[in-house]
C-alpha cells in the first residue's frame, strides 16, 4: 500500500509540468503586436459629413477622394484659361491630414511649364481645398492618427485659336 502511495504520489508530482502554461511578458506581447500591425494602411479613411453613412472601407476612400478632389476640378473648370500651348499635365498635390481632421504640410508638384502658363493654379488648389467643410480624422484600431495622402489632378488645355 505503501508503495502504491509512493507511486501516485510520484506520478501526480512529475505530471504538473504538463500543466503549466507559458507566461509571456507584456514587453513581448507588445512587441509582437506592434509587428503585426500593418503601420502603412488605415482601418477608417477620413471622412466629410457626406461619408459618414459608408462602413466599407474602399468605399470610404472613394467618398473621400470625391469629395476631396470636385471642388478643386470645378474652380479650375470655372476659370477661363487662355494657354500659349497645349497642355495635357499632371499636378500632384500631397499633404497630411492631422488627427483632428485638418489639413497640413501642403505642397503641389508640377512641371514649370504648367506653373509659367497658369501661374495662379497652385492657389486656385490652396483656396478650393480651405473651402472643404471640416473632416473627421483617419483611425487605426481607434486611435485619430495623421495621414499622408497624394492627390494627381490632370489639367488639360488646347491652345487658343486666333
Known amino acids: 500500500m505503501r508503495q502504491a502511495f509512493l507511486w501516485i504520489t510520484l506520478v501526480t508530482l512529475s505530471s504538473c509540468q504538463w500543466f503549466d502554461t507559458e507566461k509571456i511578458s507584456s514587453e513581448t506581447f507588445y512587441e509582437e503586436e506592434l509587428k503585426a500591425i500593418d503601420w502603412e494602411d488605415v482601418d477608417q479613411y477620413p471622412t466629410f ?4 453613412h459608408i462602413t466599407e472601407k474602399e468605399a470610404q476612400k472613394q467618398c473621400f477622394e470625391t469629395t476631396l478632389a470636385t471642388p478643386i476640378y470645378r474652380t479650375i473648370s470655372s476659370k477661363k484659361l487662355v494657354t500659349h500651348h497645349d497642355l495635357n499635365d499632371t499636378v500632384w498635390v500631397r499633404f497630411s491630414i492631422t488627427k483632428e481632421g485638418a489639413f497640413s504640410n501642403v505642397e503641389t ?8 502658363q497658369i501661374p495662379l493654379l497652385e492657389s486656385w488648389i490652396r483656396q478650393s481645398m480651405d473651402s472643404l467643410p471640416k473632416m473627421a480624422p483617419a483611425y487605426k484600431r481607434g486611435i485619430p492618427v495623421e495621414t499622408r495622402f497624394g492627390l494627381p489632378i490632370v489639367v488639360k488645355t488646347e491652345k487658343a485659336k486666333g
Do not use: P
Request: hydrophobic share 35%; glycine share 0%; charged share 40%.
Open 49 to 52: 459629413k457626406d461619408c459618414d
Open 109 to 116: 508638384e508640377m512641371d514649370s511649364a504648367l506653373q509659367v
